[in-house]
């Protein structure tokens, strides 16, 4: 490998890649670019025809997009959301139309040429490439979801430029292969170019899949299979492996229990399980017993998936205890979760975002007041005592570990059923309010709705933190970082917030009679008319 002009370190594959100047030939690494990154930011984005510093007449640096195809657009898609935006993925896979199909979309202009049209069916080319390279390149969660629509890589660890090579010398080799007529199959020869193109076997090592759900396997058991069914003891002692096999496997989400669901209607109760033993009824006597310990065990597995997190009558709370358990997170992190000042990459803009937006030391809302009094109160025995500091409120940009949080809240103050994971594809359109760990306000706006409009989706102010200008200065924060596009919202017609509205120009477009109906349940007194706003900018 050659060696970076700047810093005279090598370029490796994977690890410390970069681009090479088309006139001087010198390599430089991505990292030692004097603007900082590649155009667009994209991890592992290294398609482009570079001119060097010194190079270029106009003495900055020059970047031409290469014309990619759709496999390595959707490689250099996944390769980012993986390294970049891993809290929108859903153990490890993302949904090809709400993810990958969508961040394309974001990001045309930066991914094709300009010469390259946006045609009306681009979406389908999207789930065909994922289909066609399922074999090489892709993994479907088909398997761990039942379901078509979500994808990853197969080798998290390669970079889309070691996946293209590999891709033309497969190419390259099947064309010498039919010149000289003979018949090796294409995973065969796939296979061998891997090993010999792979130096470090650590990228070689596919993705680990969450641990199926043993139901899948068990409702396809037949009267035919039963008859020929291994002794009990041998069941037992292959499960028994089974099972201390899967005890050393950690999932990357956390477990959930049934009782962290609240009903709010016996209707919920027709999430049953439908498997039947019928052919049980037809098999020998010997692991008979056996199997229906298993469909008791599989029985509760499958009600826990069945509940729905969208459904009406089910609340969800999302604040679990239990989400710092998540793989990959070190103890540093959970521990000081909340405090983190790294820079953060938006997958939105690609640009990079400063940790935090404001700093506020002299409000003092009314719920620090009562802890003080209570304070007060219980230490005024107490000689000499001091309050403790108090601390300030923190205005950041959202972050993954505020989601189950913030999501709670939604549902809490809401409605059930909200999730704003997607809020994490673009960070600078947010804004969260932190007292010292503690989520009290937030704000997101929705940008780019048409092409002259953004939508105010959510605001909100725990009660005890509000009327301090927290939801104030949000609302000032995510018009400022809008101009040049009209915000529209929904509010109640008897919400005092229209208050807050109007006073930043928003004016009252028209009325919309039972807006909030598929949202409110019948004993909410809030109004279910909304008016609709528009800020013109």
Same mark, same amino acid.
């Given at each position: ?11 490796? #594959? ?20 004097? /603007? ?6 994209? +991890?592992? #984005? ?43 993925? /859903? ?27 946006? %045609? ?57 292969? %039919? ?5 090796i199959s294409d995973i065969e020869i796939f296979n061998k170019i891997l090993k010999n193109s792979v130096i470090n076997l650590e990228m070689l090592k596919p993705v680990l899949l969450p641990e199926a759900d043993v139901s899948a396997n ?5 009267? #035919?299979?039963? +008859? ?57 006597? /010997? ?19 069945? &509940? ?13 205890s239990n989400i710092s358990r998540m793989k990959g997170v070190s103890m540093k992190q959970k521990l000081l979760v909340g405090l983190r000042e790294q820079f953060i990459l938006s997958p939105y803009t690609g640009s990079q975002l400063e940790?935090? &937006? ?10 620090? %007041? ?57 960070? #600078? ?32 102010? /725990?009660?005890?933190?509000? +009327? ?25 017609? +008897? ?11 928003? %004016? ?30």
């Amino acid at each position: 490998m050659e060696n970076c002009k700047y810093c005279n370190s090598k370029l490796e #594959d994977c690890i410390e890649e970069g681009l090479k100047c088309n006139l001087c030939l010198n390599n430089v690494h991505i990292k030692c670019l004097k /603007r900082g990154a590649v155009p667009g930011g994209f +991890n592992g #984005d290294v398609f482009y025809t570079y001119t060097c510093q010194e190079c270029s007449e106009s003495k900055s640096e020059v970047f031409v997009r290469d014309k990619l195809s759709w496999l390595q657009v959707i490689v250099l898609v996944l390769y980012h959301l993986n390294t970049k935006s891993s809290g929108l993925a /859903r153990k490890g896979f993302f949904h090809w139309r709400f993810h990958i199909a969508t961040f394309i979309n974001k990001n045309w202009d930066i991914l094709f040429t300009k010469y390259v049209k946006k %045609k009306k069916s681009w979406t389908g080319t999207v789930a065909g490439t994922l289909s066609h390279f399922s074999t090489y390149f892709f993994l479907s969660g088909t398997s761990v979801f039942k379901e078509q629509a979500w994808w990853t890589l197969k080798y998290p660890k390669m970079s889309p430029y070691l996946i293209t090579k590999i891709y033309n010398s497969l190419m390259t080799e099947k064309s010498k292969l %039919k010149a000289d007529k003979q018949i090796i199959s294409d995973i065969e020869i796939f296979n061998k170019i891997l090993k010999n193109s792979v130096i470090n076997l650590e990228m070689l090592k596919p993705v680990l899949l969450p641990e199926a759900d043993v139901s899948a396997n068990s409702t396809e058991i037949s009267c #035919d299979v039963i +008859n020929i069914l291994p002794s009990t003891s041998q069941i037992r002692k292959n499960s028994e492996e089974k099972e201390k096999d899967c005890n050393k496997r950690k999932s990357l989400l956390p477990s959930f229990d049934n009782k962290k669901f609240l009903k709010l209607s016996k209707s919920s109760e027709s999430l049953a399980d439908e498997f039947t033993v019928k052919c049980l009824t037809q098999s020998n006597t /010997r692991g008979e017993k056996y199997l229906e310990n298993i469909l008791k065990h599989n029985r509760c597995q499958e009600k826990k998936e069945k &509940i729905r997190l969208l459904d009406p009558y089910c609340h969800f709370n999302t604040s679990l205890s239990n989400i710092s358990r998540m793989k990959g997170v070190s103890m540093k992190q959970k521990l000081l979760v909340g405090l983190r000042e790294q820079f953060i990459l938006s997958p939105y803009t690609g640009s990079q975002l400063e940790p935090y &937006i404001w700093r506020d030391e002299e409000s003092f809302p009314l719920w620090l %007041k009562l802890m003080v009094e209570i304070q007060l109160t219980v230490n005024e025995k107490t000689p000499n005592y001091e309050l403790p500091p108090r601390g300030p409120l923190v205005f950041v940009r959202v972050k993954p570990e505020h989601i189950p949080c913030i999501n709670s809240l939604c549902n809490q103050f809401f409605w059930p059923g909200i999730d704003l994971t997607e809020s994490l594809q673009y960070p #600078d359109f947010s804004c969260v309010v932190l007292y010292k760990k503690l989520i009290v306000a937030f704000a997101f706006l929705v940008p780019n709705v048409s092409h002259t409009e953004s939508y105010l989706s959510f605001i909100f102010t /725990r009660p005890g933190w509000r +009327n301090i200008g927290i939801a104030k200065f949000m609302l000032y924060h995510l018009i400022q970082i809008n101009l040049g596009k009209d915000i529209i919202l929904h509010v109640s017609t +008897n919400n005092p917030a229209l208050m807050l509205y109007q006073m930043f120009g928003f %004016k009252i477009e028209k009325v919309v009679l039972g807006f909030y109906d598929k949202y409110y349940r019948d004993d909410v007194k809030e109004c279910k008319n909304a008016f609709v706003c528009r800020l013109e900018r």
